[in-house]
């Protein structure tokens, strides 16, 4: 009886946690320590990795030949990340010449929205006269033109885990034609807990001028120098 017992415990201990296990080959299989821990565990290889529009994520380096508050993103993720920018007297060439670039030309457009109708055109399916003439028809008031991301947009800037509020911070939009991964100056390590041995960080164009404006005057990098739990110094080189 008392075996019973024994193994009963056992299975159990091997079933919670598989390094438990009093046999070699029970403590090969996978427990339910097992499958929550480490990176291959269910929270950061399943449920820490949230799929978004507007966002990107690739490899960091290091680039000490941009400022603090910028941060370089490749050409081919500023030809996806688009911002909706209204049609108005102010911007109105500017537009119509991103509208005649399309998709692939970077400054251009992928998609043009018709307020009043609700129409969306997709410029990817159309050749350079077609565009051309999308671009003269524009109207000033209720034309939205999704316009490639630019340099000085902001873009709110997030490494994982997301420990604390500096995790994650509103950088300045850099664009950088012959680069492939994200770059990011060394001053920010410290602050996102980074290095470049791999890491990868994710990046979000926010859609809307009221979280520009937030990104702008309150999550800029330049606005976080201190932890907000002890005051303690967070940027600068180390």
């Not at 960091?60 to 007297?89: C, H, Q, W, Y």
Request: hydrophobic content about 35%; aromatic content about 6%.
């Amino acid at each position: 009886m008392n075996t019973l017992w024994i193994q009963l415990q056992d299975a159990v201990n091997s079933f919670v946690d598989a390094s438990m296990a009093q046999k070699t080959v029970e403590q090969s299989k996978q427990g339910v320590r097992q499958l929550l821990e480490r990176k291959e565990g269910m929270f950061r290889m399943k449920m820490m990795g949230k799929r978004v529009d507007f966002g990107g994520r690739s490899v960091i380096s290091p680039d000490p030949n941009i400022t603090t508050d910028e941060i370089g993103v490749p050409v081919f993720m500023a030809r996806k990340l688009t911002f909706p920018e209204s049609v108005a007297n102010v911007n109105y060439e500017r537009l119509a010449t991103m509208v005649k670039n399309g998709p692939l030309q970077h400054p251009g457009a992928n998609m043009v929205l018709d307020e009043q109708t609700g129409q969306t055109t997709l410029l990817s399916r159309m050749s350079e006269e077609q565009r051309e003439g999308v671009a003269n028809k524009l109207k000033i008031g209720n034309q939205v033109v999704y316009r490639h991301l630019m340099n000085g947009d902001p873009l709110l800037v997030n490494r994982q885990p997301t420990l604390h509020k500096p995790s994650i911070m509103a950088h300045l939009a850099r664009v950088l034609p012959k680069e492939q991964t994200i770059r990011m100056h060394y001053a920010n390590c410290k602050t996102y807990n980074a290095d470049f041995d791999g890491d990868e960080m994710n990046i979000h164009l926010v859609q809307s001028y009221e979280a520009r404006s937030e990104a702008l005057n309150i999550m800029a990098t330049h606005k976080q120098f201190v932890v907000p739990t002890d005051g303690n110094p967070l940027r600068g080189l180390i």
